[in-house]
């Protein structure tokens, strides 16, 4: 960009980088001839990446399954959570402080990007996540590792791994969607793109103070799995029960989910 | 207090930038909503869409140097005005540019005050959303040039 006023702006050359994105199967058709390519940036050349490229804190691999991201993440809040344990020793400090503490320093790393990754079909990984937070339920109660994990993990208050998960894309799905009727602002996303996190709103309908929306978790043209209403910002509801606040509700095969706030659920089917 | 005001501003600079059509979806990074795993997001669909095409999608990554220090204040004011935005906005960005200047402290001694012409400041919750506008033509320009790209942007304060 050519400024009269102020200087000229420049790409930094040693930050540019060139990733291939080619998906599960077109990984061998296609990595194979393509990673010899430059492409050509200003007076240099830049080769593509043969392993991962990182943009904006996600570890991206060529086929989009964001496996070695959360090895990534699990593996930094494993260091977190064993430094936690090594300053609050054996005893811990105040399970409820402690479990704060957990929260903020150790699940919020292990779930960063998640939103990209979580399937709630698939559930794979879900495992890693879980072990960690029995052993972060450990550490919150001061329990010894014999314990059995059924008392601690109801007592510690910690969220069940699955749960979490479900409750943060749900959670950045919700954070989407609400942007949908904001007259100021235009149409923000194409929901209508199956086959990635954002794509799973297919429908939404305003009646009578409420936004309910149609979300899909199977491929196009299969009929929709769950239903969601998400209720307004000033509604009763959310003003009586602040933290534990209902907000979607829907069909689910034979019986109905009724999500909440905090991102469990609860079946009567 | 000046950062109070100065995220107020965030806000209906964003929007007025967004009602002008300088900035879309295509900006992310101190905007609601907008933020660094929604564009990661829409990278993700957006490869999603090429392969279910039969295409690959190959991603370019570019970062600007000296981001903020480079923008010109008199060029910016010439695209907010040129894109009719509000008066108000415009006459307050322009005061919030002005009569800058930048003094050094090194071992307690104070050195010379200088006047900063160029450049917005580093650190103020203002100057990803400025140099958004300042840098909307870029993607669009570059979309032109090429066939089949689309352009992602994100701007942030920390770097």
Known sequence: ?269 | MGKVVEKVVVELLAEEAQRRGLLNNSHYGSRKRLSAINAAAVMVVRAHAAWREGHIAPVLLMDIMAAFLSMGRGRLMTIMTGKEMDGDLVRWTASFLSERTAEMVIEGNVMERHPVEEGIPQGSPVSPILFAIYTSGLRLSGEERVAGIDGLSFVNYIG
């Not at chain 1, 990007?113 to 879980?130: A, P, T, V």
């Not at chain 1, 972060?136 to 791994?161: D, E, I, M």
């Not at chain 1, 199977?218 to 307004?232: F, S």
Request: aromatic content about 8%; some cysteine; charged content about 25%.
């Open chain 1, 1 to 269: 960009m050519d400024s009269a006023e102020g200087r000229e702006l420049e790409f930094g050359t040693a930050k540019t980088e060139a990733a291939l994105l080619t998906g599960r199967w077109g990984h061998k058709k296609h990595l194979g001839s393509k990673l010899t390519a430059k492409i050509r940036v200003g007076n240099g050349f830049i080769m593509f990446n043969k392993e991962l490229t990182r943009w904006l804190g996600v570890w991206m691999d060529a086929n989009l399954r964001f496996k070695e991201h959360h090895n990534r993440c699990t593996k930094k809040a494993r260091a977190a959570e064993a430094r936690l344990r090594k300053l609050t020793g054996m005893y811990g400090i105040v399970p409820a402080w402690m479990r704060a503490v957990q929260v903020r320093c150790v699940q919020a790393v292990t779930l960063n990007g998640s939103e990209l990754w979580w399937d709630l079909i698939d559930g794979s990984r879900l495992d890693d996540l879980q072990l960690l937070l029995n052993r972060q339920a450990r550490s919150t109660l001061g329990a010894l590792p014999t314990t059995p994990r059924v008392a601690h993990r109801g007592n510690s208050g910690l969220t069940p791994a699955a749960v979490a998960l479900d409750a943060r894309q749900q959670r950045y799905i919700a954070r989407l969607a609400s942007g949908w009727d904001d007259p100021k602002s235009n149409r923000r996303y194409d929901y209508s793109t199956p086959g990635a996190p954002v794509g799973r709103v297919a429908a939404s309908e305003h009646a009578g103070g409420r936004r309910t929306e149609t979300m899909r978790w199977q491929d196009p043209g299969e009929k929709p799995a769950v239903k969601t209403t998400i209720l307004e910002v000033d509604s009763t509801a959310k003003r009586a029960a602040k933290g534990c606040v209902r907000v979607k509700e829907g069909d689910a095969g034979s019986g109905t989910w009724t999500w909440w706030m905090d991102g469990s659920r609860t079946h009567d089917g």
